[in-house]
C-alpha cells in the first residue's frame, strides 16, 4: 500500500503529534479526538514504531471505547499480522457496520485474504447507494484501493466510469494518470495531463504521475521539471522530495539526490525505501560509515525483504574500510539469505549468477 506522506506533514497534524508527545513527556494535558489519536498511531507504525503505535491506540481506546477508527487500527494490525479471524472479530465488532471507513476496512480485508470479487461487489453497491454528493469522491477512494492491491483493470473500469459520471470532479484526472503508470502505460499517462494540463496545474498528484511517467521512460529532465511544479507549489511535498531524490540517484548525481533523501528522512527518518536507497548515494560518494549508519537500521527490521541486500552492502562497506572481521560476518548473514547481491560486490570470491530479475523482492 502506498504512504500518504503528506497528510502527515500537514501542520495540524503536526501540532496534534507534538502535543500528544509532549502530555507523555511533562504529562500537560493534550486534547485530542480518537481520530486524531489514530493518525498519530498509523504515524508511528509508518516509522516503524510499533511498540509507540500500540502505546497510543490503547490509549485512544481508554478514552473513546466504542470509538470507530481505534478499532479499524487493530483489525488492520490483526490483517497485516496474517490473523483472518481475529481481524474479521474486531472488524465485526464495530457498532456502525455502514459507517464509510468500516466499508473500506471490510473491503481491505476481503482484498487482503485473497476474496477480492467480495470487495468488489460491496464497494459498487455501496457507491450506488450514495447520493451525488458522496458518491464521487467514495468511488474514487474504491479506486484507489483497487490499485494499491495490484487491480489494474477494475481500476481503470471504474476510474472511467469516475470521469464519465462526475466530469466535474478533476482529482480523477490524476487518478487515472496514476492508473496508466501503474499499468505502465507511462505515454497515455502523459498524454492524458498535458491535454488537461490547465485544469490541473496546481495539483501535486497530476505533476507526481508526470513526473513517474516520465522517470519509468528515463527522460530525467522532464521528470526533473515535474518535480519542480510540485515543490513550487509545496516546497515541503514528501513526495515530491523522494521522487526528486529518485530521479537524481537514477540520473547518478549522487551527492544532490543524497541531500534530497536526507530532507525526506528529516520527516520520515524510519522510511525503509529512503534509508536503503540512501545508502547507496552514500557508497558511490565514498561515504562508506554514512552507509553503514543506515544499513544498519535496516538489517534491524524484522522482516524486512531486502535483507539479503542490504547485508551485502554492509560487507562490502566494512570491505572498503578494512574491517575483515565484519566484513566476514555480513557477508555469512548474507549468504543465508534468499537474495543478495554478493556476486556483484565481490566478483572475486563469489562468480555471478543469473537471476530472474522478476523475482526479486523490491
Not at 15 to 20: I, K, N, P, Q
Not at 311 to 318: D, E, G, R, T
Request: glycine share 4%; hydrophobic share 35%.
Amino acid at each position: 500500500m502506498n504512504e500518504d506522506y503528506s497528510y502527515f506533514q500537514d501542520e495540524e497534524f503536526r501540532t496534534s503529534l507534538a502535543a500528544y508527545e509532549r502530555m507523555l513527556t511533562t504529562g500537560e494535558s493534550a486534547e485530542l479526538d480518537s481520530e486524531t489519536l489514530t493518525d498519530i498511531a498509523e504515524y508511528y507504525a509508518m516509522n516503524q514504531r510499533m511498540d509507540d503505535a500500540d502505546r497510543c491506540i490503547q490509549y485512544a481506546l481508554s478514552f473513546y471505547p466504542d470509538s470507530v477508527d481505534p478499532q479499524i487500527f487493530l483489525s488492520r494490525q490483526q490483517m497485516f499480522y496474517g490473523n483472518k479471524a481475529e481481524a474479521w472479530r474486531i472488524c465485526r465488532a464495530i457498532g456502525d457496520q455502514k459507517d464509510r471507513e468500516v466499508i473500506f476496512l471490510q473491503s481491505e480485508l476481503y482484498f487482503y485474504f485473497n476474496e477480492s470479487p467480495k470487495a468488489f461487489e460491496l464497494l459498487m453497491h455501496y457507491f450506488q447507494e450514495l447520493d451525488e454528493e458522496e458518491a464521487p469522491e467514495f468511488l474514487y477512494d474504491s479506486i484507489a484501493l483497487c490499485k494499491d492491491y495490484g487491480f489494474g483493470n477494475k481500476a481503470l473500469e471504474w476510474v472511467l466510469l469516475l470521469r464519465h459520471e462526475y466530469p466535474d470532479y478533476v482529482e480523477a484526472i490524476a487518478l487515472e494518470a496514476e492508473i496508466y503508470n501503474f499499468r505502465q502505460e507511462y505515454p497515455k499517462a502523459i498524454a492524458l495531463l498535458e491535454a488537461n494540463l490547465p485544469t490541473v496545474i496546481y495539483d501535486t498528484q497530476a505533476w507526481q504521475q508526470l513526473a513517474e511517467a516520465h522517470l519509468w521512460l528515463e527522460e530525467y529532465d522532464d521528470a526533473l521539471e515535474a518535480t519542480d511544479y510540485m515543490l513550487a507549489i509545496s516546497k515541503d511535498n514528501a513526495d515530491g522530495i523522494m521522487l526528486r531524490a529518485n530521479i537524481l540517484l537514477d540520473m547518478g548525481r549522487y551527492d544532490e539526490s543524497h541531500n534530497y533523501y536526507t530532507r525526506f528522512l528529516s520527516y520520515y527518518p524510519g522510511d525503509d525505501r529512503a534509508n536503503y536507497l540512501d545508502a547507496q548515494c552514500l557508497i558511490e560518494l565514498g561515504r562508506y560509515q554514512e552507509a553503514i549508519h543506515r544499513l544498519e537500521r535496516l538489517a534491524a527490521t524484522p522482516g524486512y525483504a531486502m535483507q539479503g541486500y542490504v547485508l551485502s552492502y554492509l560487507a562490502y562497506c566494512h570491505a572498503q574500510l578494512g574491517h575483515a572481521e565484519q566484513s566476514l560476518h555480513y557477508r555469512q548473514q548474507a549468504e543465508r539469505q534468499q537474495f543478495n547481491n554478493l556476486d556483484e560486490l565481490f566478483p572475486d570470491i563469489y562468480p555471478p549468477t543469473p537471476q530472474d530479475e522478476d523475482s526479486l523482492p523490491f
